[in-house]
């Protein structure tokens, strides 16, 4: 069978009611797919295998046409018969999402499972390869995903090889965090509340100096990160956990900015009987520091902002995904420098 039209591939959206087609940067996966990914310990490979069959599914939303060999491209995996990749799509292919059935079947398993042949529709004149079920979600539901995560860019040419490189742990952390990734508050991943993600706590260096004209100048540094550890990621091995968060900052998948929120910061117990400064469930961003205006003290790298005098502040670092939906700009949260 010879292989689909290439422009089939580039995951053309349907036509707006004007007839022009709409944008589309991003693609989805259904978050049921992601917790079976991360309930059944995915490997690198495997995540990887489901990402690129996702990114080419077709306007449906789950009949994908993208080969084992374009796979194994965009991961940079042997091509030998029997190699990664055809042992991803076969394990992928025993992945059940909770009560709902197998997150990918191939033609013939679709078929066999009661699916429909896609021969019928005009605008799919070819049966796919591949079927990954959407399981009915709401629109709200699935995890959007930048298309350059798969297809690369003019500064990132392999991203799903640099993550497959980073191995199973980071490839788990990195499609956790993307299910905490708020683009429309927090400009990245969520620090706190339902799947919150990791963030880094900054040490706050005085109680804030009291400016002229009622302001107050808070300065902080860095110090480690924080987070609640989902055992599916790493084993419950925080050594792993934030070790694989290094990785995917190192090769760029994931990178840090610094905010100022709107709330002081929490003390709270660590084991041990240790203390540190937590956010406040309900805290929310005021505005995003450049990282040009930061400075340093005893070699150490130093943050300043000033706040109105009396108001509850804290400098923290959050985690923007590089191909996450607060990476585009049109669903970014609207956050002052």
Known sequence: MAAPARQ?????PRADEAGEPAERDFFCIPRLALEALLDAKATAYEICTYLALARHVDDYGRHAYASVGSV????????????PVEGAIARLKTICAPGKGPILFDREGWQMHGGVSSSG?????MEPLFVLPAFDEAPDVP?????????GSSDFARPLRALKDCG?????LLIAMH????????GGVRPVGRDAGPWRRYQPMDKGVTLRGGGRLIRARPEFDIAAIDERISDGDA????????VLRSVGLVHEKVLV?????????LDGGAEYDAIAHDAEPLYELERSLAGAENGRATWAAIVPDGRAAMIAGIYRLRFGAAAQPGLRAPLAS
């Not at 529709?121 to 004149?125: G, I, S, V």
């Not at 995890?143 to 297809?151: A, H, I, P, S």
């Not at 050594?239 to 290094?246: D, I, K, P, V």
């Open 179 to 186: 299910a905490a990734d708020d683009a429309a508050v927090w």
């Open 72 to 83: 194994n491209r965009w991961i940079g995996a042997s091509r030998v018969g029997g190699g």
């Open 239 to 246: 050594h792993a956990y934030f070790e694989a968060l290094r």
């Open 121 to 125: 529709f005009e605008c799919h004149p």
């Open 261 to 269: 929120l709107n709330r002081d910061a929490v003390r709270t117990p």
């Open 168 to 172: 199973g742990v980071a490839a788990r």
């Open 8 to 12: 089939r591939l580039r995951h053309r």
């Open 143 to 151: 995890l959007r995903f930048d298309v350059e995560l798969v297809d």
